[in-house]
């Protein structure tokens, strides 16, 4: 075994070892540095011992680190509140040469805080024998203090040399993808979890109970639920979905939290699923027993087969292959209508080019890669180094589970020691797209209201299955794993609340105008508005609400095909979006001078919530506007089907009746289906359509003339 204290100090790095460690083996200390040969590492992280305690109650909640060359390669699952943690997690990386070492660092985890540095160690990989299962004992070194203890790490690694084709391979790639193949998926099924209810939970706060929460971990990917006040048996329903990379499975690791205002959040326990134990295309009710606290969850677990999802190479694209055209059109076709309602429609992106990106470098070059994301499926390009007018030639496929996602498409510049630049972004509704076209996009800046340097060249392909994708609409909307957390902002805020107002103005306008009728300011309206009033309430029946609706909807289509659009571009939302961004960019420099938004935590916290229930209110008032607007043409033909059904319901069916059905329904939904998700399919519908902040952000910018793509029309598949 290897110890850690033949390793010197960052200052002594060129010599880490002083002798070799056996000679009864092929060591690679006699390989000349000079040899180019590709490796490959196969690292077990074992256990740490005698970590050093970071938090206030003499504990920490560890998780290490792996770089080689700048670059992290592997970062481990935290364990909480452990100073003798056991890891047993297996990385695999490839090394084009051992001059590099393998550094280790070791972090303690804070929630919401800056994670607290626990030690590093470097490992010399010259000194490793090939082909041979060496264990390595690191001693943890703080160099700003080389004295102190920080306890150790160990490990198992093997180091074999790989053949010479794969060095073209490494060159060519970012090591975020490997192209070894020309065509692979990139996770082999799917995790649907539904987190139903905790039962008998530890009350944490000093009135005895707890604002539980959970959050969920299998591998890179996380999910948090909502927050339930103030009770020890919360019910959640909610349901999300990871993606399974492992063929034998995977653990998830599920820690539940009491949500504490201003301060860092209780721990109340933890539990952890093994995948590997459970049979697939089976539903699995699961009642864990939580560990270091008490109580229990109970969750539903379904591990399905692989969904369509791939990268390839331009040379290999599924709808061109006669074949595989013909399976997807027929997987997706009018007769295949209740065959699986989650897998709505197939989404193919074409990545083929970018010109003129911005230069983020000092070199006045970039090193761009591509981050293409539907929803909570997200893929990569390899990275075009030292290029501002990269090709990539990559063809991604996604199954689409809703035709109201949108697909996002971000382009970043790689950074060796830091987190990647942004170059710009791309936000297009699945519903605009135009199959078969070739089209140059104008990058956006962050928050999608204005342009940025470059375009982005995509050729986008969408089929689904129409009835699908209407009965999907009236179900909860996904939502995403990753979202940017909410900031208190004064112009966020100032404009919430100027959407709020427009739309409660619509409200007291229609009343000014109700009154003025009473007051007969202008007797012929007055006189036509009491006839109508008349004629209405003597032949009045309920059919007639909806009947008013569709044709509402039916007038602006009208309108909007006669050429008399009164629909208009929302410049006052534009400008404040323009005013906001100017207004990040001051906080963020700000923030690094002040921390005045750190003392006023709780402040903040209300403030965001009320801007946040403006927002929410505004989008409500919005989105009923833009489905009487065709906004999104689909939905708004989707809303004439539902009222004309309503329609015929009430004109035929006694309103008791239909009131009793309701309630029937209502009372026995739990009895038929106890775990079944809370709905409301006038919401799920309303989540759908984009409110006017979303329509500005989705816009199509107009690409400069001297970028003007060389358009070629494919047959509409759709």
Wanted: contains cysteine; hydrophobic residues 40%.
């Amino acid at each position: 075994m290897l110890d850690s204290s033949k390793l010197k100090s960052v200052c002594n790095l060129p010599l880490i070892y002083n002798k070799k460690i056996n000679t009864s083996g092929t060591s690679n200390a006699d390989v000349p540095l000079a040899d180019p040969g590709m490796y490959q590492l196969d690292i077990t992280l074992r256990r740490g011992q005698s970590l050093a305690a970071r938090d206030r109650g003499g504990t920490s909640d560890p998780y290490v680190k792996f770089k080689i060359g700048g670059k992290e390669v592997f970062r481990s699952k935290i364990i909480h509140k452990n100073l003798n943690p056991v890891w047993e997690e297996k990385a695999c990386v490839l090394v084009e040469h051992l001059r590099e070492p393998l550094y280790v660092k070791v972090f303690d985890y804070d929630f919401g805080l800056q994670d607290d540095f626990m030690g590093s160690a470097f490992l010399d990989l010259t000194q490793l024998e090939l082909n041979r299962p060496t264990d390595v004992t690191l001693t943890l070194k703080d160099p700003h203090y080389p004295d102190h203890d920080l306890g150790i790490i160990l490990l198992s690694i093997v180091l074999t040399p790989k053949e010479g084709e794969h060095r073209d391979v490494f060159q060519t790639q970012s090591l975020r993808l490997s192209d070894v193949h020309r065509k692979s998926h990139l996770w082999r099924g799917i995790v649907s979890i539904t987190l139903i209810e905790g039962r008998d939970l530890k009350a944490m706060d000093s009135n005895g109970l707890s604002d539980p929460y959970v959050k969920f971990r299998l591998g890179h990917q996380k999910y948090k639920s909502k927050i339930m006040p103030k009770t020890l048996n919360p019910q959640w329903r909610e349901q999300f979905d990871f993606h399974l990379y492992e063929e034998r499975g995977g653990i998830i690791d599920i820690t539940a939290w009491d949500k504490d205002a201003g301060k860092r959040d209780d721990f109340i326990g933890r539990c952890q699923v093994d995948l590997s134990a459970l049979s697939r295309e089976q539903t699995h009710k699961l009642e864990l027993q939580l560990q270091e606290g008490e109580g229990h969850l109970v969750l539903l677990v379904t591990l399905t087969a692989s969904a369509t999802v791939s990268i390839s190479d331009l040379s290999v694209n599924s709808l061109e292959d006669q074949k595989e055209r013909e399976e997807i059109l027929q997987r997706y076709s009018p007769l295949r209508i209740f065959h699986n309602l989650k897998d709505v429609g197939f989404l193919q992106v074409k990545v083929i080019r970018a010109e003129g990106l911005m230069a983020a470098d000092v070199t006045g070059k970039s090193d761009p890669f591509c981050v293409v994301e539907l929803n909570n499926d997200r893929l990569l390009t390899h990275t075009v180094y030292k290029n501002l007018n990269p090709e990539w030639n990559k063809v991604f496929t996604f199954n689409i589970k809703d035709i109201h996602s949108v697909l996002e498409v971000t382009v970043y510049d790689e950074d060796r020691d830091r987190s990647a630049d942004f170059l710009g972004k791309v936000a297009i509704p699945l519903l605009s797209i135009q199959n078969g076209e070739q089209k140059a996009y104008v990058l956006k800046n962050k928050q999608l209201t204005g342009p940025t340097k470059g375009v982005i060249y995509l050729e986008i392909d969408v089929i689904f299955n129409a009835v699908k994708a209407s009965l999907r609409t009236l179900i909860p909307k996904e939502q995403k794993y990753i979202e940017e957390e909410n900031r208190l902002s004064k112009q966020l805020l100032l404009r919430n609340f100027i959407r709020t107002k427009r739309c409660v103005m619509v409200l007291v306008n229609a009343a000014y105008y109700v009154n003025s009728c009473f007051d007969w300011d202008s007797p012929p309206r007055s006189l036509a508005a009491f006839v109508l009033f008349l004629f209405v309430v003597w032949n009045f029946e309920l059919y007639m609400i909806p009947l008013v609706l569709l044709l509402l909807l039916t007038w602006n289509y009208f309108l909007i095909i006669s050429g008399k659009d009164n629909r208009q571009r929302d410049t006052v939302v534009e400008d404040m979006l323009e005013d906001e961004e100017e207004e990040d960019e001051k906080d963020d420099k700000d923030s690094e001078k002040k921390g005045f938004m750190n003392k006023i935590y709780a402040i903040q916290e209300v403030c965001v919530s009320v801007q946040n229930i403006l927002d929410e209110v505004a989008s409500f008032g919005e989105r009923i506007k833009n489905t009487f607007n065709w906004t999104v043409p689909f939905l708004s033909w989707l809303a004439i089907v539902a009222l004309c059904v309503f329609i015929v319901i009430l004109y035929f069916i006694p309103l008791r009746y239909i009131v009793l059905a309701w309630g029937i329904n209502k009372f026995t939904k739990k009895l038929r289906c106890p775990y079944a998700i809370d709905n409301n399919e006038l919401l799920d519908f309303l989540s759908r359509v984009p409110s006017d902040v979303q329509v500005v952000q989705y816009q199509e910018l107009k690409p400069d003339p001297s970028h003007s793509p060389c358009k070629r029309k494919k047959n509409n598949l759709g």
